[in-house]
Structure formats: structure tokens, C-alpha cells
């Protein structure tokens, strides 16, 4: 009769174990600001867009995020500054603002490795899509909260877009594009 016993009490810790929720780690959006810097032939020009919802969103981090949670970022890019009306009209035109007024980014899936991050991300430019896999994210500080931040890499080509040429080709954007994506966090 005891070992029939001490199987029950062993099968019964193991049931209690298994129904247990799992601890989930997930962090909280609370705002976002995507930059995309190009360099030119008479230097670098910036173009920054800065969230002003105060919505927030959960993130759930080392797992699959289901396509109806996932963190969407749909960013107007009429809503980019670059610093002057003139840049901004240019980079608007170079995006084709008018058949393509969002920029989106999409998180697929988010995991710490230790103090900082991996993802994958869902981009969608100008009409295309780009899968973008293992984005590292670095915590930062930023303006009274911390943030996670990722630089992407992408070209003009690799969207399918010309590089402006301005005054006859001598003002000309090179062809790859510096995309740093900031994710303000709750503390």
C-alpha cells in the first residue's frame, strides 16, 4: 500500500506542476521614434518620427506573438520631420507619400539574451513588405524612461526606390539608409 501512496503523492505534484500558469515575461510600449538617416554628397540628413499616442502596449517576450497582438507601429509619413519643409517634401516624394502614406513596422517575435534583445520584424515601405530577422535591441535611456533600441540597415534598392538626385545630380543620397527603431518602455 505505501508505494501506491507515494506514486499518488508524486503523480499529484506533478498534475499541480503541469496546471501551474507559466510565467510569462512581457514588456509594456508606451511610445515609439523611428529616425532613418541617409547620406549624402553634402552630408547626412535625418528624418525622425515621434509617437504622440499615449497608448499602451504589451509585448510578450521568447514566444510567437499572435498576429492580433503583435505591436504595430503605423507610422504617417507625412509625420517625419527632417528638419525643413523642403527635405521633408523631398523624402515624402522619395516614399511615395501619396500611394503609400504608412510606413509600418510589425514586431513577430521579441526575446531577451540577456540584458538586450532579438526580434523580428514585419517592415512595410513604400508598398514593400521586408521580413527583417534577429534585429538586436539595446536597452537606453531616454527622456524619463528607458527604451529599446535596434538599428536596421536597408538600401534603396532593396525597396525598390530611387535615390534622390537634386541640382542636376550634384546632390546625391546614397544608397544606403540607417533605420533605428526606439520602443519607450514602461518601468
Same mark, same amino acid.
Given at each position: 500500500?505505501?508505494?501506491?501512496?507515494?506514486?499518488?503523492?508524486? &503523480?499529484?505534484?506533478?498534475?499541480?506542476? &503541469?496546471?501551474? $500558469?507559466?510565467?510569462?515575461?512581457?514588456?509594456?510600449?508606451?511610445?515609439?521614434?523611428?529616425?532613418? &538617416? %541617409?547620406?549624402?554628397? @553634402?552630408?547626412?540628413?535625418? !528624418? %525622425?518620427?515621434?509617437?504622440?499616442?499615449?497608448?499602451?502596449?504589451?509585448?510578450?517576450?521568447?514566444?510567437?506573438?499572435?498576429?492580433? +497582438?503583435?505591436? +504595430?507601429? &503605423?507610422?504617417? /509619413?507625412?509625420?517625419?520631420? !527632417?528638419?525643413?519643409?523642403?527635405?521633408?517634401?523631398?523624402?515624402?516624394?522619395?516614399?511615395?507619400?501619396?500611394?503609400? $502614406?504608412?510606413?509600418?513596422?510589425?514586431?513577430?517575435? @521579441?526575446?531577451?539574451?540577456? +540584458?538586450?534583445?532579438?526580434?523580428?520584424?514585419?517592415?512595410?515601405?513604400?508598398?514593400?513588405?521586408?521580413?527583417? =530577422?534577429?534585429?538586436?535591441?539595446? $536597452? !537606453?535611456?531616454?527622456?524619463?524612461?528607458?527604451?529599446?533600441?535596434?538599428?536596421? !540597415?536597408?538600401?534603396?534598392?532593396?525597396?525598390?526606390?530611387?535615390?534622390?538626385?537634386?541640382?542636376?545630380?550634384?546632390? +546625391?543620397?546614397?544608397?544606403?539608409?540607417? /533605420?533605428?527603431?526606439?520602443? =519607450?518602455?514602461?518601468?
Amino acid at each position: 500500500m505505501l508505494p501506491v501512496r507515494i506514486f499518488l503523492v508524486a &503523480a499529484s505534484m506533478l498534475m499541480s506542476a &503541469a496546471v501551474l $500558469p507559466e510565467k510569462k515575461e512581457f514588456v509594456v510600449i508606451t511610445g515609439n521614434k523611428v529616425t532613418v &538617416a %541617409a547620406g549624402t554628397s @553634402l552630408g547626412t540628413i535625418n !528624418c %525622425a518620427y515621434t509617437s504622440s499616442s499615449s497608448q499602451k502596449d504589451t509585448l510578450l517576450l521568447n514566444r510567437q506573438i499572435p498576429r492580433g +497582438k503583435r505591436l +504595430k507601429l &503605423a507610422i504617417p /509619413v507625412k509625420d517625419f520631420n !527632417c528638419g525643413n519643409i523642403l527635405l521633408n517634401k523631398d523624402f515624402e516624394k522619395t516614399l511615395n507619400a501619396s500611394q503609400h $502614406p504608412y510606413t509600418k513596422i510589425e514586431v513577430v517575435y @521579441l526575446r531577451r539574451e540577456g +540584458k538586450n534583445y532579438k526580434g523580428d520584424l514585419n517592415l512595410l515601405v513604400a508598398g514593400k513588405s521586408i521580413p527583417l =530577422q534577429n534585429v538586436s535591441f539595446y $536597452p !537606453c535611456a531616454g527622456k524619463g524612461a528607458s527604451n529599446l533600441r535596434g538599428n536596421i !540597415c536597408l538600401n534603396f534598392s532593396e525597396l525598390g526606390l530611387a535615390t534622390p538626385k537634386k541640382m542636376g545630380g550634384l546632390f +546625391k543620397v546614397e544608397d544606403e539608409l540607417q /533605420v533605428t527603431v526606439e520602443l =519607450q518602455m514602461a518601468e
